[in-house]
């Protein structure tokens, strides 16, 4: 057999022996492909990442669609008791919370002593000596945290307190602070404190709404000094 001059080389011709369909050049021809196929091979992986914000970047993708596969159901989300081996995670967890939540509320440099403060260091030596603080985990990367106990306030007649529940500001509207929410009270609750008290700057519009979608009620206001800036502060509470 003769090779077709206007045809490409054929490669290693021991791949006949498959006996493939091939063209006028003596090339497999490749099966027709199925429509889902097709459109898989069109498109972009997706990434965990792409998956949470796909909200976000919908639209800026075009001709190339993302493969959104399910790939949430293959990322392991955990909560657990923080160890002291998790201290610089969730120091940064903190700074990145804070950074998102308190900026152009909290002064600037008062903003900065409060973060610098609460280093690795600090939260080894919280978490060592017993503080109840939760870690949310996405994978291996820590989510968010939430740090409670006793109520600290004895004006309000409540038995126990989330003293601080934040995430990652890329974690945030996805539920997973209604499972820390949760999961707190539900260990506060094995602990038999049946009532909960939680504080939130009255202008951090994003955690006001965040503690009245879950239920709480406001039960008392107080305010607290940052530097030269005194701000207005809001308990909720819930009962089981």
């Known amino acids: 057999m003769t090779h077709n001059r206007n045809c490409p080389p054929r490669g290693n011709t021991l791949r006949r022996l498959e006996f493939p369909a091939r063209d006028a050049c003596g090339h497999a021809r490749q099966p027709r492909k199925s429509g889902t196929q097709a459109a ?37 989300i955990e909560i657990r ?16 919370a804070w950074r998102n939540a308190y900026q152009g509320i909290i002064p600037g440099t008062d903003l900065e002593k409060l ?25 291996d990367r820590v989510a968010g945290y939430a740090n409670y106990g006793r109520n600290r306030a004895r004006s309000l007649f409540y038995d126990g307190e989330i003293y601080e529940l934040y995430l990652r500001p890329e974690f945030q509207g996805l539920g997973f602070g209604r ?39 406001a039960v008392a206001r107080s305010s607290e000094r940052f530097g030269t800036r005194v701000l207005d502060k809001v308990a909720f509470a819930w009962r089981a």
């Open 115 to 139: 973060i610098s403060r609460r280093g690795p260091a600090w939260w080894d030596s919280a978490i060592r000596k017993g503080s109840r603080v939760l870690l949310l985990v996405f994978g």
């Open 40 to 76: 898989l091979d069109r498109c972009i992986p997706a990434t965990g990442w792409e998956h949470l914000n796909r909200p976000l970047t919908r639209g800026l993708n075009e001709g190339a669609a993302l493969c959104l596969y399910p790939l949430m159901s293959t990322v392991l």
């Open 179 to 217: 499972r820390l929410f949760t999961a707190a009270w539900r260990d506060l609750g094995q602990s038999g404190l049946k009532s909960l008290v939680v504080w939130a700057l009255s202008d951090n519009d994003p955690a006001v709404e965040f503690y009245r979608a879950l239920g709480g009620r």
């Open 81 to 96: 008791r923080a160890k002291a081996a998790d201290a610089a995670a969730v120091a940064e967890t903190h700074d990145e």
